[in-house]
């Protein structure tokens, strides 16, 4: 199908539903109630006069998500996925470094063996630290 023919089967549609249904792969610009031909939502990337105003070239709806998600509307969803990643890994990232620094400047462990020896027999229990701000929950250590 060359260009020419498939512009005049998309540009005959006047709503976003036949005009995605369309069999020439066509693409809804909002703003214009334009149909125009698209072969993914990704074309606004590569093609800045894919709609005819230019503030709506990001507003285009293809069949691949329907009448109601715009390249933008994607774009906005994949990049708040990723940054969302992206900040969860850092804040591990962090725990485990302020865990690391805890173990060789502050206080040591969050839970342990302990060894009592008194007149008689040694004892030994195991200990867990309880809360996140006790006596010795810093990044100096307490002398004993």
């Not at 249904?21 to 590569?46: F, H, I, K, M, R």
């Not at 865990?99 to 004892?123: A, D, M, Q, Y």
Request: with cysteine.
């Amino acid at each position: 199908m060359d260009s020419d023919n498939r512009l005049t089967l998309c540009w005959r549609n006047q709503d976003c539903r036949t005009c995605l249904e369309s069999p020439a792969q066509c693409g809804w610009c909002p703003y214009t109630s334009a149909c125009v031909p698209a072969n993914s939502l990704l074309d606004p990337v590569w093609n800045e006069d894919i709609c005819p105003h230019w503030a709506e070239r990001w507003e285009l709806r293809t069949k691949t998500l329907g009448c109601y998600c715009s390249t933008i509307t994607l774009f906005t969803a994949l990049i708040t996925i990723l940054c969302t990643i992206v900040g969860l890994v850092i804040l591990y990232g962090l725990w485990r470094v302020m865990c690391w620094t805890n173990r060789i400047w502050g206080t040591g462990s969050w839970g342990g063996t302990e060894l009592r020896v008194e007149n008689g027999p040694k004892t030994t229990h195991i200990w867990r630290r309880k809360r996140w701000f006790g006596k010795r929950t810093g990044y100096q250590r307490i002398p004993d």
